[in-house]
């Protein structure tokens, strides 16, 4: 496995695997992999083969974090990625620094990436800043990179809609493949950011998951539509009663388009964010 870190020998070694037509599998993380996204690496290296190449990119992006968010806390841990990735057979790893990624020897870095249309809700609500961070780091690392086939995972919905739409609206040519969230034997679904909580908290998170049980047993048992206000309010509730837990936004809505509903059908979709202290998990799921 190699490690690379600077951008114009990996576009280098990209153009060179574009002129010998082999395919590439590329999985963006932020790094701190966890199971969820060995998954990942592995589904990536089924897609091309061994023929192929599996890279994983390891950034932790400034641009989509504000400045009250967490980004100098955000967990790191280069040198146990390096060893997942090893195991998990990834060939190259491309790992670069902020000054990489964001030049700005003479004039600050200012050219960005906007999604005006699926950004705006939930998650671009409450981070009004972030999809733009993560829509012009996906950029730039495709760009990179040059791959065929592009990871994401499901836990990160909205992102995964708004890097699909990204995709299509500007011609990107590659497949974006969104694998299914996975998640603890109790129902948390994987993330990075689970190593914040404490085990109080921890045991308390697992209510993210049982409020999307929850709201899809409610659908289901159903012969018509629920109301979003009706069970938003029931699944509030149900997040309340966790002594640590404070929901900050619970949203049914269309998962093609991303536009909230006041009647909730089957099919439709349901998206949480709940802070257990300073820590934010999100979750989400068909109902």
Known sequence: MRVIKVV???QTMARRWQSEK????????MGYLHAGHESLITAARRRVGRSGVV????FVNPTQFAATEDLSRY????EGDLAMCRRAGVDVVFAPSNEEMYPSETV??????????LSQSMEGISRPTHFRGVATVVTKLFNIVLPSVAFFGAKDFQQAAVLRKMVGDLNIPLTL???P???????????SRNAYLTPTQRTQAVV???SITHARQRVQASPKFLLSKTLSKEIEHLIRQQPEAEPEYIEFFHPDTLVPVTKILRGHHIALAVRFGATRLIDNGPV
Not at 22 to 29: E, I
Not at 181 to 191: C, F, H, I, K, Y
């Open 208 to 210: 993210l998951s049982q």
């Open 8 to 10: 114009k020998k990996m």
């Open 75 to 78: 967990p790191r841990n280069l």
């Open 108 to 117: 600050e870095f200012s050219t960005y990436v906007s999604e005006s249309f």
């Open 22 to 29: 082999k395919r590439v599998s590329f999985v963006p993380t």
């Open 55 to 58: 890279v994983v990119s390891i």
């Open 177 to 179: 493949v969104v694998a």
């Open 181 to 191: 969230t996975l998640r603890e034997p109790d129902g948390l679904a994987m993330s």
